[in-house]
């Protein structure tokens, strides 16, 4: 194991072995998140995932068909927050910190008209106030 000499810091020896350690295992949570994905969806060859790591952690980066974005997310991300929360109790079990980015796929619905104009609706751009408007608004 290669670890830092005198002039390395304690975090730099732990940073070290800590990403030995999450090296180790590096398949467990990768494996783990494409068995799960795979069985949700209806296009499972075309689910890829790649794994980073670095000072953060570790990065899943999953890529599947378009028709199954709906069925990953879920009914206002509730099943996206699933699969981060079960990938973060993996990623305890190595004492890693495991995070997945779900990117939307070419030729993805993306967000609909309507839906981004109900946005803009909601969250109005306003114009930019002093400190002492905002406090006045706050009616304290």
């Known amino acids: 194991m290669l670890l830092c000499r005198a002039r390395c810091s304690r975090a730099a020896d732990a940073y070290v072995i800590a990403k030995l350690r999450i090296e180790m295992d590096m398949h467990e949570d990768k494996q783990f998140l494409e068995n799960l994905v795979k069985a949700l969806v209806d296009h499972p060859d075309a689910v890829k995932i790649n794994r980073t790591v670095d000072e953060m952690g570790v990065l899943l980066t999953l890529d599947v068909h378009a028709d199954d974005m709906g069925k990953i997310i879920g009914r206002s991300g509730n099943t996206a927050k699933a699969i981060r929360t079960l990938l ?21 619905k993306g967000m609909s008209r309507e839906m981004s104009e109900a946005m803009k609706e909601d969250n109005p751009v306003s114009e930019t106030k002093t400190l002492d408007q905002a406090i006045e608004d706050l009616k304290i």
């Open 88 to 108: 973060r109790v993996v990623g305890m079990k190595h004492d890693a910190r495991v995070n997945l980015k779900i990117n939307e796929p070419e030729g993805g």
